[in-house]
């Protein structure tokens, strides 16, 4: 069994602890990415979450080991990569929002065919496209290639705020990010 704890981060851990704890970490896939600015925690208790209603063939990763991938297509169009948290069974993770390109910038550039590094990764879909993620690396685990962790820099400063695009639990300020970033999906307010 892979080691939970990655990038300084105990993915054993609560999913809101996690996210906030994700961001400012450094995410390469297959030597390309960039440090997590936005991300969102979701749990098996929460009626938001794909986990809610028990293990499905979709969200099957979702109830698997900590620290591994999660990856489903979002409206039948766009890949979507969660970090998955708890004990195995337990069903919760983290959704990766957004990312500050910093590694493969030309890579991530081709992939999403724009030269405007602000639409390579602010957007969950964005960023899958940006990092080639695809359901291949569904139930991967994040401790092996393709994936890297590198912890997050000290003294980064967190901010939250509820989660977007959901019909449900949407008081719930599960939503982290890195605060003055000009990299996240949507502004908090």
Not at 144 to 163: M, Q, Y
Request: aromatic share 8%; with cysteine.
């Amino acid at each position: 069994m892979s080691s939970t704890i990655l990038a300084d981060i105990d993915f054993l851990a609560p999913s809101h602890l996690v996210a906030r704890q994700l961001i400012g970490v450094t995410v390469l896939v297959d030597g390309v990415g960039g440090r997590i600015v936005e991300t969102e925690a979701y749990d098996g208790e929460d009626p938001a979450s794909h986990s809610y209603s028990g293990p499905t063939d979709r969200n099957f990763a979702m109830f698997g080991p900590p620290a591994h991938a999660y990856v489903y297509r979002s409206y039948g169009i766009h890949w979507c990569l969660n970090f998955v948290c708890r004990e195995e069974g337990h069903g919760a993770g983290v959704l990766i929002r957004a990312l500050e390109p910093v590694t493969g910038i030309e890579t991530m550039a081709e992939r999403r065919g724009t030269r405007d590094h602000w639409l390579l990764c602010s957007g969950p879909g964005k960023l899958c496209q940006a990092l080639g993620v695809t359901r291949d690396l569904n139930g991967r685990s994040l401790a092996a290639a393709p994936f890297e962790l590198a912890p997050a820099p000290s003294g980064i400063d967190v901010v939250s705020g509820p989660r977007i695009g959901i019909s449900k639990a949407v008081d719930v300020p599960w939503r982290f990010g890195l605060a003055g970033s000009r990299w996240v999906s949507k502004p908090f307010r």
